[in-house]
């Protein structure tokens, strides 16, 4: 198929998670011959993405969503948009995207549609009356947003999957299997385990949801055991979030002194490659990247057996799963693969296997660039 002449546009609410979780997919699709069009908030990653030759439009996206006008804004935004561009096909990543950009393709009559769910976010984790009536509208939105002909959702764990097959917000033919967004094997490399005491460390935003709380009571409870190993926390809280934990919360960690809080940083592989064991105790995930990450650098893995999370692992090969919320199982694991250090370079062994087979990124790229084209299909 030529496809010198169709115009391919993702959106995506921050150009941060653009380039860290798409842009191979973007560039692999400007290879085929795309032209790529990129839509997101403003920040300080936009430049980095013209530099690649796509084109990219500012849309509003707010974090918190809770001013009706300015979600109504972003919509029209992107309807506006849709109808000036007529891309042949729009690519919806994470969840305003999705269910905004999946009604602005109706009114528009976007042809092709490709819907992203990497996870269905904190509005399907809370129990609380305004939550349950928020999950109700939501719902609905993802039932408008899928009403397509050719129209492809991409789920990276069963669980999200069948919970929308559940609500009837779409078919199951439209449905699509992606384990997450995949990881250059080159750039994480599967360096031997650093010597002397054990590092656990946890790469994620300071979210509540993420498990930072349960992570820290960890950290906790090992030093009052008296057992050698040193938790590191890499992230950033969240403004915009309104699970994000509080800088007076991050001063507290810093007296306590059982974590070493490392702040937002970059080099990840890095800070694996100086880990021995990768933690992520977190409420629900699509497909966390940090673990795939974890098992490109073969680090054995501690996360909670919720979805997403035991969808990054396998049991008990390539690291060991705990049950969510729960601080005191989340460090008899931890000190379990502290004390056993043969077991823990097994399943960093067996993590490695694992990318190489299903996370390399080639292979996600070419399972995208497969959807594409058979939604282009005449």
Wanted: aromatic share 6%; proline share 5%.
């Amino acid at each position: 198929m030529n496809l010198q002449s169709h115009i391919i546009l993702f959106v995506v609410n921050a150009p941060e998670f653009f380039i860290s979780h798409r842009l191979p997919l973007a560039v692999a699709a400007q290879k085929a011959g795309f032209e790529v069009h990129v839509v997101t908030a403003d920040g300080s990653e936009v430049q980095t993405i013209k530099s690649q030759g796509f084109t990219h439009h500012v849309v509003p996206f707010a974090r918190s969503g809770q001013n009706p006008l300015n979600e109504l804004s972003t919509l029209f935004t992107l309807v506006r948009l849709f109808r000036r561009l007529k891309p042949s096909l729009v690519h919806l990543i994470t969840i305003k995207p999705v269910l905004y950009g999946g009604i602005a393709a109706r009114l528009t009559g976007i042809d092709s549609v490709v819907s992203a769910v990497s996870g269905l976010g904190t509005v399907f984790l809370a129990s609380s009356l305004t939550a349950r009536i928020r999950r109700t509208l939501v719902t609905q939105l993802y039932r408008s947003a899928f009403k397509h002909d050719r129209l492809a959702v991409i789920f990276q764990n069963p669980d999200d999957r069948d919970s929308l097959l559940k609500l009837k917000a779409l078919k199951i033919e439209q449905a699509r299997m992606i384990r997450g967004s995949g990881v250059a094997l080159v750039d994480y490399p599967f360096e031997p385990e650093p010597e002397g005491k054990s590092v656990v460390v946890m790469a994620a935003r300071l979210l509540r949801d993420k498990g930072v709380i349960e992570f820290v009571g960890a950290a906790k409870l090992l030093k009052e055991r008296g057992v050698p190993v040193v938790f590191r926390l890499i992230g950033s809280p969240d403004s915009g979030n309104p699970t994000s934990v509080t800088q007076s919360e991050l001063d507290q960690w810093a007296a306590d002194g059982n974590v070493e809080l490392l702040g937002y940083r970059k080099d990840i592989a890095a800070q694996y490659s100086a880990a021995n064991i990768v933690c992520l105790p977190s409420y629900r995930e699509g497909l966390p990247k940090s673990l795939v990450e974890a098992a490109a650098c073969g680090r054995a893995v501690v996360t909670t057996d919720v979805p997403g999370c035991r969808d990054a692992i396998t049991p008990n090969v390539t690291g060991l799963l705990v049950d969510v919320k729960n601080s005191i199982a989340l460090a008899d694991a931890i000190q379990k693969l502290v004390d056993n250090s043969s077991l823990r370079k097994r399943l960093g062994r067996a993590g490695r296997s694992l990318a190489e087979e299903a996370f390399a990124i080639d292979e996600i790229v070419d399972q995208h660039m497969g959807i594409y084209l058979e939604l282009l299909e005449p």
